[in-house]
């Protein structure tokens, strides 16, 4: 029995090393176990990762008061429809790439790859000129008080200009996924991670020969950060690491190519608009309740990404392998890749439900100094609330990223726009205005939404028509 245990222990062990090495294997005839546990291990630390981003930035930016932490929030809010860009051109790079791989189409999948890297500046270029010279009436808009616009404006400009780096930290990890190395995307996310730790308090705060930027330096450092993951990822193109050898002639336009990216992108960016625009109303409604509140909530969003993103990474193992098992003609193993992934997804969600519930002014607190006490209750009640809906966004994300995988993001963005748009948002000022439940019932709307678009999203998988989907 010793013999047995330590054998099935080693075997744990080699596959741990193995992913976080980044061993190629052909995700369309490996054990479908070892498939997901290779491709989730190093997507869910990519993603673990990012989310250190956001409570790094936090934990500092909270030393310099509520107004500093309320803009930090908002700008946020505004970001992450840059975000929705970024992941949605890295959800069609994602499933072109997997599919091309699935059919032994290495010259294809990168093709695809360098369309998507091109079409990710030109967006960014778009993007960010209007963002860094309207970033005062972007914060106005979103109801920062005037003393949180003064001193986080220059924070606005910096995020919303350098957003390039934001679109293709996202799309070229994208890229890599696809192709079955999400050890690469990994490693690109501890590289720029690693600096952002580092270069944040220097920034901020002023410490030795650097100069005190206060909240500016948060944004400084963030975008050195993701620039220098970003030149990590391109070497690695480069150099041709993994099955990916892009060549200059492939960055040339191709117009079929980014008509098929186009028509992939454009859905899975409505996608995540159509959620992160919800956010930023949500955000627009705490913050009537005065800058305490908003800190709190932001932070307490900070606390909810932070355990979101580890999930997602996991999720995200099931876009590449319904990708490339459809491109080998594979549809059964495909939507038992989906089924497994979700079942270790809702296990891990669970676990952090019981956390956040019963250990939230704890986590809380250890981001917010000790005299912000209304900061402190906002924050606690967020995380317990928001938390509720825990296991349904587990099993969400898991099938949405499925059909992702498979080039069908079309349905989960009408579900999407549905649960975000008629439901969430008249639900949550329903709450807010007229209920008295006030600004706990802006937070109960969100795991109300949730499960009901989790549900919504897997009765739609239960139908098959994902899998027929050509890409």
Known sequence: MNDTNKSTKSSYIAVIKSALRGDEYDFTSINLRKAVALLAIPMMLELALESVFAVVDIFFVNKLGVHAASVVGLTESVITLVYSLGIGLSAAATAMVARRIGEKNIKEASHSGAQAILTGVIASVIIGIPGYLFAGDI????????????????????????????????????IFRGAGNASIAMKSLWLANALNIILDPLFIFGIGFFPELGVTGAAVATTIGRSVGVLYQLWHLAKASGSLKMDAGYFRPDGPIQKS???????????????????IFLASMVAEYGSAASAGYQTAIRMVVFFILPA???????????????GAGLPARAEDSVKLTMKYNISFMALVTVLLLFFAPEIAGFFIPA??????????????????????????????????????????????????????????????????????GVFAAVPIAETLMAVAVFLFFRTGKWKTIKV
Do not use: C
């Not at 186009?262 to 960016?269: Q, V």
């Not at 997602?312 to 459809?326: E, K």
């Open 139 to 174: 914060l106005k808009l979103m109801g920062a008080e005037p003393e949180a616009i003064s001193q986080g404006i220059n924070y606005a400009r910096i995020m919303y200009g350098g957003n390039i780096a934001i679109i293709l930290l996202f799309l070229i990890n994208g």
């Open 371 to 440: 005299h912000e006490t209304m900061q402190l209750h906002y924050a606690s009640l967020a995380l317990r609330v928001i938390s509720a809906g825990y296991i349904f966004y587990g099993m969400g994300m898991v099938v949405t990223q499925a059909f992702n995988g498979a080039g069908d993001t079309r349905t989960p963005t009408w579900i999407y726009f549905f649960g975000f748009w008629v439901f969430q948002i008249p639900f949550a000022w329903w709450l807010h205005k007229y209920s008295g439940a006030g600004v706990t």
């Open 261 to 279: 990216l186009a028509k992939i992108a454009a859905p899975a960016t409505f996608q995540f608009i159509i959620a992160s625009a919800s956010w």
């Open 312 to 326: 997602w990474g996991m999720s995200n193992a099931v876009a590449t392998l319904v990708g490339q098992n459809l």
